[in-house]
């Protein structure tokens, strides 16, 4: 639910809910489930994006609530894209546009010509949603709890933008000092043990991306260097990381859309530990997806093929999405299709073959 309202020509205030309920924990049985997965997915409630918006002057906004803030030119793999946390409880299942999830945070946008320069103070401290313990996406033998900071002033994160839009071109520059998303073992043995927890390092990223079109073509770049990562294979030691995006979209085809985009994320001063468990952490990470799009019946139907690759050949793990979205009528939609996992190396794709998903949604705007 949805309400917007508008006290003047400059100034405007909105709020939304979100709230769902599933009923098949209660059909199947709830003593079935662990009471981290009942927790988690049988029932939600909270304000999602609440906000009050405006302008102090001709070249100045203010923003102040609960936001999304997209960084960088990628659709598919997050590079710069650091301010807003992501539900990964089903991965693969929907693109990274409607994973966000808002965070309460104070932005200043000053417009100078083709530039904007942004500047965010995150008051809200808040994480991805990930598998809970008990579901089949968890990667973990046992329950880890998660340290989460309180949400103070002393917990504050900032983060500042200065982007320029021309002509044919677009290119920003970012800087951020938040706490990372990843999690790191923290405890006796610093293994996955009763006595562990998981705990989020505080970093600093600094990075750009760009965006060029060429005729049909659009060529995409991200650059990024995170500072004072944590393993838990190497307990007091920090690390920085090197992330290099390269992608092109191509649409030349008639009503179809053709996109390539590649990662690679060097870790420096890597150690030989940090290979095993439950890091499983190389020195180079390599991600890439292949993505297609067609519209059809005068665009009322997409249909969207998706690949996202971990690893030069997928030993990392991987998902294919194959999904159709077809619009009834003005206000009704209907979305389906189906997620194809395949095992590997890395944390989050481990033994989850079996858990391809089937996904239908149908929805009503009024």
Known sequence: MELEIKPSDSW?????????YDFIYGIRGREDYTDEVLDDYEDELEF???????????????KIGRQIVVWGVSDNIRVVDVINP??????????IE?????????????????????????????????????????????SVPEDIPESNLNNTQ????????????????????????????????HDASPLARQK???????????????GNWL??????????????????????RLDVLAGVEYAGFSDTLVALEI??????????ALENEPDRYEQDQVQWVVRLERDFLHENLTLTILASVYGETGNGGAFERFSAEYDITDSLKITGGLTLYQSGDLPIFRDIEDNDRFFLEFKYSF
Not at 86 to 95: A, F, K, N, W
Not at 161 to 188: I, K, M, N, P, R
Not at 205 to 213: E, F, L, P, Y
């Open 12 to 20: 405007r205030a909105f709020i939304s809910g979100k709230a769902d």
């Open 48 to 62: 999602w994006e609440a906000y009050l918006q405006g302008n102090i002057s001709k070249q100045i906004d203010l």
């Open 86 to 95: 992501l539900d990964q409880r089903e991965p693969g299942i929907t693109d």
């Open 98 to 142: 409607d994973l966000r999830l808002p965070v309460c945070m104070t932005k200043l946008d000053y417009y100078w010509k083709r530039f904007n320069i942004s500047g965010i103070a995150i008051h809200e401290v808040r994480f991805n949603k990930n598998p809970a313990y008990g579901s089949d996406f968890y990667p973990l033998e046992v």
């Open 158 to 189: 900032l983060a500042f933008s200065l982007s320029g839009v021309f002509s044919g071109w677009d290119v920003a520059f970012y800087w951020a000092d938040v706490y990372c998303t990843d999690t790191y073992l923290s405890g006796e043995n």
């Open 200 to 214: 989020h390092a505080r970093i600093e990223m600094a990075g750009s991306a760009a965006n060029i079109a060429i």
């Open 219 to 240: 060529i995409k770049a991200e650059l990024a260097w995170l500072d004072g990562l944590k393993f838990t294979n190497s307990p007091g030691k920090t690390y920085s």
């Open 263 to 272: 990662v690679n994320r060097h870790l420096f001063d890597h150690a030989k």
